[in-house]
């Protein structure tokens, strides 16, 4: 829930940054060239429970929406997803196989290449979050050193539907792929 909290003051924080606070790069009076304080290195995230402190009617009404339960770590639960009788998704532009799974509390997904009947390429990634309530969806994120990646597999919970996400299935949007480093 922690990480709901962070998206909550980030896009708080980020709204107010656009509409009320002063442009980036405008200038005082003196001529002295203003950024934004959001952006200094020393600034840091507070935190939901620091915003609970004094609104905690807000909190405890907002966490039970869809928006407020929106993100989190990949835990059994938090995910809608039915894994185990799934089919293996096949991306057909990249001509990989990917298989999510459970591992004891870890969600996982492996990436595979067939020739023939022979597999001559695998990875196992771990996903490290859950985008989505799951009253619609729920899509996935690996986390690779820092940088974060949406897994190539999607949970369509209103079907109870595994499927590529949407971006994977077109050939418009196929640069999507090409953002998951890890799947070239
Ligand atoms: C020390 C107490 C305190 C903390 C901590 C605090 N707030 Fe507030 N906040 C207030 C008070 C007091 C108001 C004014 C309430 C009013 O005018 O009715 C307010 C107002 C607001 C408003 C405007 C609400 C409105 O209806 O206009 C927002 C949005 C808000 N706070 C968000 C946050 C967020 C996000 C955090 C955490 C990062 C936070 N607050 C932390 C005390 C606090």
Same mark, same amino acid.
């Given at each position: 829930?922690?990480?709901?909290?962070?998206?909550? *003051?980030?896009?708080?924080?980020? *709204?107010?940054?656009?509409?009320?606070?002063?442009?980036?790069? %405008? #200038?005082?009076?003196?001529?002295?060239? #203003?950024?934004f304080a959001g952006l200094s290195d020393t600034v840091s995230y507070v935190g939901i429970n620091t915003c609970k402190q004094c609104h905690?009617?807000?909190? &405890?009404?907002?966490?039970?929406?869809?928006?407020?339960?929106?993100f989190d770590n990949a835990t059994h639960a938090k995910s809608k997803g039915k894994f185990e009788d799934a089919k293996v998704l096949y991306d057909k532009f990249s001509d990989l196989y990917y298989k999510p799974y459970w591992k004891g %509390? @870890?969600?996982?997904? @492996?990436?595979?290449?067939?020739?023939? &009947? %022979? #597999?001559?390429?695998k990875r196992v990634q771990a996903?490290?979050?859950?985008?989505?309530?799951g009253q619609h969806t729920n899509s996935h994120i690996i986390n690779v050193k820092g940088y974060l990646y949406?897994?190539?597999?999607?949970?369509?919970?209103?079907?109870?539907?595994?499927d590529l996400p949407r971006a994977l299935r077109t050939a @418009?949007?196929?640069?999507l792929a090409g953002l998951l480093a890890w799947s070239a």
């Open positions: 829930m922690k990480k709901v909290a962070l998206i909550v *003051v980030i896009v708080f924080v980020a *709204v107010f940054a656009m509409f009320c606070g002063p442009g980036k790069g %405008d #200038t005082k009076q003196g001529g002295e060239l #203003t950024t905690q009617d807000i909190y &405890n009404t907002y966490m039970q929406t869809g928006m407020g339960q929106s %509390d @870890t969600l996982k997904v @492996t990436e595979f290449r067939l020739s023939g &009947n %022979d #597999t001559v390429y996903v490290s979050y859950i985008v989505g309530s949406q897994a190539p597999f999607t949970f369509y919970a209103q079907q109870g539907r595994l @418009t949007t196929r640069g």
